[in-house]
């Protein structure tokens, strides 16, 4: 497989994650979206690091990443679930009451 498909399909993963985020209401649908492009960077970080020949070095870097937006994934849900809570709502669009 050459690098070209790998990028490609990469481009098309972040460009997918960021339609999501950019079109979506629902607080759950634009953290999947976030994850989505995350997901895709992290293929660009292996595809670079195995087309260049030290594969351990990008494969380490994406293993961070992962563990970065899991950590990021655990703080969102939570907060997402307290403001649930308080606004009986997960629509982005109805819950205004946080702007100043």
């Given at each position: 497989?050459?690098?070209d498909i790998l990028l490609l399909l990469g481009a098309a993963?972040?460009?997918i994650g960021l339609a999501v985020v950019v079109t979506r209401?629902?607080?759950?649908?634009?953290?999947?979206?976030?994850?989505?492009?995350?997901?895709?960077?992290?293929?660009?970080?292996?595809?670079?690091?195995?087309?260049?020949?030290?594969?351990?070095q990008g494969q380490i870097f994406a293993l961070f990443v992962?563990?970065?937006?899991?950590?990021?994934?655990?703080?969102?849900?939570?907060?997402?679930?307290?403001?649930?809570?308080?606004?009986?709502?997960?629509?982005?669009?109805?819950?205004?009451?946080?702007?100043?």
């Open positions: 497989m050459s690098i993963l972040f460009c209401k629902n607080a759950i649908a634009v953290l999947i979206g976030i994850e989505l492009m995350l997901n895709a960077a992290n293929l660009n970080l292996v595809a670079f690091s195995r087309f260049d020949g030290d594969q351990l992962i563990t970065v937006a899991a950590a990021e994934a655990a703080v969102a849900l939570a907060i997402v679930v307290k403001v649930y809570q308080h606004f009986n709502t997960a629509d982005l669009d109805q819950i205004n009451e946080l702007k100043g």
